[in-house]
């Protein structure tokens, strides 16, 4: 029997050239202590779309009003999973840790930084990160 598999999706917040990241807290059970983009499960019977909305208002208290999809990156561990990444270039509100219990700090980077943060937890990220801060410049 197969490991049931895990649709997540992940936000990149871009704003003035850089990018919103979070780092989970040391007591996740996945990726503690990493940083990490903005996001989670996609629920039973909802859209990706709908779970952007949903995980950006939970996590940051902020409504997306402009996104546009990016890369859908899958892996195995700890059970097979797939990240449907958005770049997020509008929304309504100020992002602020709605979520404490989730991410100890939210910061934003620049790509360089953002690459330095997110390459353990996710090898492959900076061609996503450099798309979604080429969607936010344009």
Do not use: K
């Not at 009003?65 to 509008?90: F, I, K, M, N, S």
Request: hydrophobic share 40%; glycine share 10%.
């Amino acid at each position: 029997m197969s490991a049931r598999l895990h649709e997540c999706v992940g936000a990149l917040l871009v704003r003035e050239g850089r990018v919103l990241l979070g780092r989970r807290c040391p007591q996740r059970e996945f990726l503690a202590g990493s940083w990490d983009v903005i996001g989670g499960h996609v629920e039973a019977g909802e859209s990706c779309e709908q779970a952007l909305a949903r995980e950006l208002g939970e996590e940051l208290d902020v409504v997306p009003t402009r996104w546009q999809a990016l890369d859908c990156p899958e892996g195995t561990e700890p059970e097979p999973w797939r990240l449907q990444l958005y770049a997020v270039t509008a929304w309504r509100g100020e992002p602020r840790n709605a979520r404490p219990d989730e991410h100890d700090e939210l910061r934003w980077c620049a790509l360089d930084e953002a690459v330095a943060h997110l390459g353990p937890a996710h090898p492959g990220f900076a061609a996503a990160l450099a798309r979604a801060l080429a969607i936010g410049a344009g």
